[in-house]
């Protein structure tokens, strides 16, 4: 039995789906996957100050090995750190002792604070505007600070950087993963959080940042790792509008009949054309179903949050 739409202008199991492939995932579904992967690689950049604020035990001198402060603020003669892995901005910077030790932990509050600004932003902004030309945005500006972040000079200009990469953490999280969750049905989400999940985005950064043991150059790769989930929300997602109205004044709208008929019916030939070319995409016959009442659901998102 098709589950009830969560969305009113997203087609979820509006068209016919032949098992095709594994969990009924057919050919939109796989892109539709792999959008996930490369979405929550970049919103993975959360734990990039793991690397970029890496600090290997130092020497002076022919000294031993440790991380004691007062030989790294005392030391007169060739500072070294001999068993360096990766060359990050708290040692291009020295983040480490002293009075700028606390700008490691700027880093990463400067970062979150963007994360924090994007999540309630950006998801209100969708509702207005449409999933994918936010969700575009998001991934574009997103991409395009963490390449940046590669070149900055300074780093005052490196903290401003980080808070637009945060910025773009938040909305892919609340926009392009929502979007996302639109176009799966139900019981495929098992296969997206099996096979296609955090772990997997962490092992890939991990992986990049051995290939490129310095935060410019594996900041520049992880931009440009993150690119097909741009290119897929741009070419081969359909988009759904509401005619610039909120999903709550919508609904609304819908239920209290300030909706004309003829402006009901665009919007249903909107998502049936959406299905159609989904159904098309994904190589399969398009079979339109009646849509179900759209119920309004009062209750706040925060608290669906605290109990997951």
Known sequence: ????????????????????????????????????????????????????????????????????????????????????????????????????????????????????????????????????????FTMSMGILTNFITGLAPTWQILMAIRFFVGLSVGGTLVVVCTFIMEMLLPHQRMALRAFFNWGVARLIMTLICMAFPEWRASSIACALTALPALFILIFIFPEMTMGGLSTSEFEGNLREGRIERRERQGRLEEMRAAERYIAKFAGVEYKPVAHKKVEHNKVCWFNFIIRR
């Open 1 to 136: 039995m098709p589950a009830p739409s969560m969305h009113p202008n997203v087609a979820k199991e509006h068209y016919a789906i032949q098992k095709v492939m594994f969990f009924d995932i057919n050919r939109f579904h796989f892109f539709v996957l792999l959008t996930w992967q490369f979405a929550i690689f970049f919103a993975s950049q959360q734990i990039f100050p793991i690397f970029s604020n890496y600090v290997p035990e130092w020497q002076c001198d022919d000294g031993p090995l440790s991380k004691n402060c007062t030989v790294y603020t005392t030391c007169n003669g060739t500072l070294s750190y001999p068993h360096s892995q990766f060359q990050s901005a708290a040692l291009e910077y020295g983040w480490i002792c002293g009075t700028t030790a606390y700008l490691a932990s700027l880093f990463s509050q400067v970062q979150f604070a963007g994360v924090l600004c994007g999540t309630f932003s950006f998801g209100a902004l969708s509702d207005i505007f449409g999933r994918k030309p936010v969700a575009i």
